[in-house]
Protein backbone atom coordinates (compact mmCIF):
# COMPACT_ATOMS: atom_id res chain seq x y z
CA UNK A 1 0.00 0.00 0.00
CA UNK A 2 1.60 3.36 -0.44
CA UNK A 3 1.75 6.20 2.28
CA UNK A 4 2.94 9.50 2.39
CA UNK A 5 4.16 11.09 5.39
CA UNK A 6 5.04 15.04 5.99
CA UNK A 7 7.42 15.17 9.25
CA UNK A 8 6.64 18.95 10.03
CA UNK A 9 3.31 20.28 10.93
CA UNK A 10 4.03 23.81 11.20
CA UNK A 11 6.97 25.69 9.76
CA UNK A 12 7.74 29.19 10.20
CA UNK A 13 9.50 31.31 7.75
CA UNK A 14 10.89 34.79 7.37
CA UNK A 15 9.51 36.28 4.02
CA UNK A 16 12.21 36.23 2.04
CA UNK A 17 14.20 33.29 3.31
CA UNK A 18 14.35 30.05 1.55
CA UNK A 19 11.80 27.19 1.98
CA UNK A 20 11.87 23.12 2.25
CA UNK A 21 8.81 20.98 2.97
CA UNK A 22 9.61 17.86 3.33
CA UNK A 23 7.68 14.80 2.20
CA UNK A 24 8.49 11.06 2.04
CA UNK A 25 6.79 8.12 0.27
CA UNK A 26 5.97 4.43 0.73
CA UNK A 27 5.50 2.32 -2.43
CA UNK A 28 7.64 -0.63 -3.81
CA UNK A 29 7.39 0.82 -7.51
CA UNK A 30 7.79 3.85 -9.29
CA UNK A 31 5.19 6.73 -7.42
CA UNK A 32 3.29 9.72 -8.93
CA UNK A 33 4.19 12.32 -6.81
CA UNK A 34 2.41 15.50 -6.38
CA UNK A 35 2.44 18.82 -4.36
CA UNK A 36 -0.70 20.76 -3.70
CA UNK A 37 -1.48 24.25 -2.02
CA UNK A 38 -4.66 25.28 0.06
CA UNK A 39 -5.27 28.51 0.84
CA UNK A 40 -7.55 29.33 4.11
CA UNK A 41 -10.69 28.73 3.20
CA UNK A 42 -10.41 27.31 -0.18
CA UNK A 43 -9.70 24.18 -2.23
CA UNK A 44 -6.52 22.14 -3.24
CA UNK A 45 -4.63 23.90 -5.93
CA UNK A 46 -1.76 21.70 -7.82
CA UNK A 47 1.67 23.20 -7.48
CA UNK A 48 3.79 20.69 -9.54
CA UNK A 49 3.83 16.92 -10.38
CA UNK A 50 6.33 14.21 -10.92
CA UNK A 51 5.97 10.97 -13.19
CA UNK A 52 9.23 10.29 -14.56
CA UNK A 53 12.11 11.73 -16.56
CA UNK A 54 14.23 14.83 -14.74
CA UNK A 55 14.15 14.28 -10.98
CA UNK A 56 13.71 18.08 -10.72
CA UNK A 57 10.52 19.45 -11.45
CA UNK A 58 9.20 23.22 -11.54
CA UNK A 59 6.10 24.17 -10.39
CA UNK A 60 3.96 27.16 -10.45
CA UNK A 61 4.72 30.27 -8.40
CA UNK A 62 8.48 29.97 -8.32
CA UNK A 63 7.84 26.21 -6.21
CA UNK A 64 10.33 22.96 -7.02
CA UNK A 65 10.54 19.74 -6.19
CA UNK A 66 13.19 16.86 -5.93
CA UNK A 67 12.40 13.30 -6.72
CA UNK A 68 15.36 11.14 -4.74
CA UNK A 69 14.20 7.33 -5.47
CA UNK A 70 16.96 6.31 -2.48
CA UNK A 71 15.33 8.47 0.19
CA UNK A 72 12.23 8.31 -0.91
CA UNK A 73 11.72 11.57 -0.50
CA UNK A 74 9.64 14.38 -2.73
CA UNK A 75 10.45 17.62 -0.83
CA UNK A 76 9.35 20.84 -2.30
CA UNK A 77 11.23 24.49 -2.31
CA UNK A 78 11.18 27.87 -2.89
CA UNK A 79 14.37 30.34 -3.10
CA UNK A 80 12.64 33.40 -1.69
CA UNK A 81 8.89 33.00 0.43
CA UNK A 82 6.34 35.66 0.30
CA UNK A 83 3.86 36.28 2.62
CA UNK A 84 0.98 35.52 0.10
CA UNK A 85 2.83 31.86 0.17
CA UNK A 86 0.95 31.60 3.62
CA UNK A 87 -0.67 28.23 3.01
CA UNK A 88 -1.40 24.54 3.80
CA UNK A 89 0.78 22.10 1.64
CA UNK A 90 -0.25 18.54 1.03
CA UNK A 91 2.27 16.08 -0.61
CA UNK A 92 0.20 13.43 -2.36
CA UNK A 93 1.47 9.89 -4.18
CA UNK A 94 -0.31 7.51 -6.93
CA UNK A 95 0.64 4.84 -8.79
CA UNK A 96 -0.04 3.40 -12.12
CA UNK A 97 -2.89 1.78 -12.40
CA UNK A 98 -4.38 3.04 -9.23
CA UNK A 99 -6.89 5.62 -9.80
CA UNK A 100 -6.55 6.87 -6.10
CA UNK A 101 -4.29 9.03 -4.86
CA UNK A 102 -3.04 9.15 -0.89
CA UNK A 103 -2.10 12.44 0.67
CA UNK A 104 -0.32 13.20 3.87
CA UNK A 105 -1.46 15.31 6.71
CA UNK A 106 -0.53 18.55 5.31
CA UNK A 107 2.62 21.10 6.51
CA UNK A 108 1.20 24.47 7.66
CA UNK A 109 3.73 27.47 6.54
CA UNK A 110 3.33 30.95 8.56
CA UNK A 111 5.35 33.60 6.92
CA UNK A 112 6.50 36.04 9.20
CA UNK A 113 7.53 39.75 8.06
CA UNK B 1 -15.01 26.41 -18.14
CA UNK B 2 -16.11 26.40 -14.34
CA UNK B 3 -13.66 23.08 -13.33
CA UNK B 4 -15.58 21.65 -10.21
CA UNK B 5 -18.19 23.11 -8.48
CA UNK B 6 -19.60 22.71 -5.06
CA UNK B 7 -23.13 23.20 -3.41
CA UNK B 8 -23.22 24.76 -0.63
CA UNK B 9 -20.91 26.42 0.49
CA UNK B 10 -21.88 26.08 4.19
CA UNK B 11 -24.75 24.37 5.81
CA UNK B 12 -25.90 23.33 9.36
CA UNK B 13 -27.46 20.19 10.02
CA UNK B 14 -29.41 18.99 13.48
CA UNK B 15 -28.53 15.53 14.32
CA UNK B 16 -30.40 13.00 12.33
CA UNK B 17 -31.14 14.71 9.04
CA UNK B 18 -30.36 14.15 5.52
CA UNK B 19 -28.88 16.42 2.82
CA UNK B 20 -26.70 15.94 -0.30
CA UNK B 21 -23.89 17.32 -1.29
CA UNK B 22 -23.88 18.55 -4.93
CA UNK B 23 -20.72 18.04 -6.72
CA UNK B 24 -20.34 18.94 -10.93
CA UNK B 25 -17.68 19.29 -13.02
CA UNK B 26 -17.41 20.71 -16.66
CA UNK B 27 -14.21 18.95 -18.14
CA UNK B 28 -15.64 15.33 -19.21
CA UNK B 29 -13.37 13.75 -16.54
CA UNK B 30 -13.79 9.86 -16.14
CA UNK B 31 -12.91 10.03 -12.33
CA UNK B 32 -14.63 11.87 -9.66
CA UNK B 33 -13.95 11.75 -6.07
CA UNK B 34 -15.15 12.59 -2.63
CA UNK B 35 -13.01 13.26 0.56
CA UNK B 36 -13.65 14.95 3.84
CA UNK B 37 -10.52 17.04 5.81
CA UNK B 38 -10.77 17.53 9.63
CA UNK B 39 -8.16 19.21 11.33
CA UNK B 40 -4.54 17.71 11.24
CA UNK B 41 -5.56 14.65 9.20
CA UNK B 42 -5.63 15.19 5.88
CA UNK B 43 -8.09 13.77 2.86
CA UNK B 44 -9.73 11.21 3.86
CA UNK B 45 -11.07 9.39 0.86
CA UNK B 46 -15.11 8.90 1.45
CA UNK B 47 -15.87 7.12 -2.38
CA UNK B 48 -14.63 7.43 -5.70
CA UNK B 49 -16.20 7.02 -9.43
CA UNK B 50 -14.44 5.88 -12.08
CA UNK B 51 -17.20 6.35 -14.92
CA UNK B 52 -21.07 6.98 -15.13
CA UNK B 53 -22.61 4.12 -12.99
CA UNK B 54 -19.49 2.75 -11.19
CA UNK B 55 -18.92 3.94 -7.66
CA UNK B 56 -16.66 2.51 -4.96
CA UNK B 57 -16.13 2.75 -1.06
CA UNK B 58 -12.82 4.82 -0.30
CA UNK B 59 -11.46 4.63 3.40
CA UNK B 60 -14.06 6.12 5.16
CA UNK B 61 -17.97 5.49 3.82
CA UNK B 62 -19.15 4.74 6.72
CA UNK B 63 -22.61 7.05 6.66
CA UNK B 64 -22.35 8.58 3.15
CA UNK B 65 -23.62 7.34 -0.17
CA UNK B 66 -22.71 8.34 -3.44
CA UNK B 67 -24.49 7.93 -7.28
CA UNK B 68 -23.33 8.54 -10.63
CA UNK B 69 -26.06 9.07 -13.29
CA UNK B 70 -23.32 11.06 -15.44
CA UNK B 71 -20.23 12.09 -15.84
CA UNK B 72 -20.34 15.41 -14.90
CA UNK B 73 -22.37 14.84 -11.64
CA UNK B 74 -21.01 12.89 -8.38
CA UNK B 75 -23.50 13.81 -5.61
CA UNK B 76 -23.12 12.99 -1.91
CA UNK B 77 -25.74 11.97 0.50
CA UNK B 78 -25.55 12.01 4.28
CA UNK B 79 -28.19 10.26 5.91
CA UNK B 80 -29.05 10.24 9.61
CA UNK B 81 -26.14 13.31 9.76
CA UNK B 82 -24.16 12.58 13.17
CA UNK B 83 -21.89 15.22 14.74
CA UNK B 84 -18.82 13.09 14.01
CA UNK B 85 -19.76 14.04 10.14
CA UNK B 86 -19.04 17.50 11.16
CA UNK B 87 -16.20 18.37 8.35
CA UNK B 88 -14.94 19.83 5.66
CA UNK B 89 -15.97 17.82 2.12
CA UNK B 90 -13.77 18.14 -0.95
CA UNK B 91 -14.91 16.72 -4.67
CA UNK B 92 -12.09 16.28 -6.98
CA UNK B 93 -12.16 14.85 -10.70
CA UNK B 94 -9.38 13.43 -12.93
CA UNK B 95 -8.83 12.57 -16.22
CA UNK B 96 -7.18 9.04 -16.79
CA UNK B 97 -3.76 8.62 -18.07
CA UNK B 98 -2.60 11.85 -16.33
CA UNK B 99 -1.24 9.69 -13.16
CA UNK B 100 -4.79 10.73 -11.81
CA UNK B 101 -3.79 14.16 -11.10
CA UNK B 102 -6.67 15.45 -9.40
CA UNK B 103 -8.84 18.93 -9.79
CA UNK B 104 -10.30 20.03 -6.56
CA UNK B 105 -13.77 22.01 -5.97
CA UNK B 106 -14.00 24.85 -3.83
CA UNK B 107 -15.51 22.19 -0.54
CA UNK B 108 -18.39 22.65 1.47
CA UNK B 109 -18.03 23.34 5.14
CA UNK B 110 -20.50 20.88 6.79
CA UNK B 111 -21.52 21.69 10.61
CA UNK B 112 -24.15 19.04 12.30
CA UNK B 113 -24.98 19.73 15.73
Known amino acids: AQSVTQPDIHITVSEGASLELRCNYS??????LFWYVQSPGQGLQLLLK??????LVQGIKGFEAEFKRSQSSFNLRKPSVHWSDAAEYFC???????????FGTGTRLTIIP | NAGVTQTPKFRILKIGQSMTLQCTQDMNHNYMYWYRQDPGMGLKLIYY???????DKGEVPNGYNVSRSTTEDFPLRLELAAPSQTSVYFCASSPPGQGYEQYFGPGTRLTVT
Open chain 1, 27 to 32: YGATPY
Open chain 2, 49 to 55: SVGAGIT
Open chain 1, 50 to 55: YFSGDT
Open chain 1, 92 to 102: AVGSFGNEKLT
